[in-house]
């Protein structure tokens, strides 16, 4: 049992980290503002389903996917890594892609899903630990996360409230920042990796 519950730990503990869904609360909510608590759990769904999806794809068949596309692990940190670039710049600078009040709510789910939660970092993390430890230790410590970050973006309104709109508002700049700064790491990893590869 000890060989089983050590790995589970790690694994759980590294994906939590790497799913950060502290870092989602301020966007989820404000993407969500003015839903119904159901709608609000609905996206949480969502996030954590298409995040989850991801996640299972490529903790099982994740050599079958790059062999097939012919795509590597450095091509896909630089196009996550874009994609995070620019969340990190709409968070950072209170910049709006102008994709319509009503469509931006209704993608929320799909937006925290990926790249937020499950990126190019938390792909990369699954894959390391299925090398490290197989499969069944990661597959339980993804579920694990997952219901750990369902729980955090349903109550995110209620997060947001207990820290205060202004509190929430500088660690949303400062967050987006970091994310801006992660997302140049993953590029810059992903252009080094590809051309020394």
Known sequence: MDGFISPLLYSFSALFVILDPLLSVPIFTEMTQGQPARE????AWIAVGVAGFLMYIFLFFN???FGVLQI????FQVAGGILLLILGLQETLDIQIPTGKERKRSIAGVVIGTPLLCGPGTITTVLLLSSRYGL???AAAIFLALVATWLILNYSAAIQRIFGEVIIGILARVLGMLL???AVTLIAQGIVALVGG
């Not at 590597?72 to 091509?75: E, H």
């Open 180 to 182: 801006s700064a992660i």
């Open 72 to 75: 590597t692990i450095a091509s």
């Open 40 to 43: 609000i759990a609905h996206q």
């Open 63 to 65: 050599f079958l996917i």
């Open 136 to 138: 069944l230790a990661p």
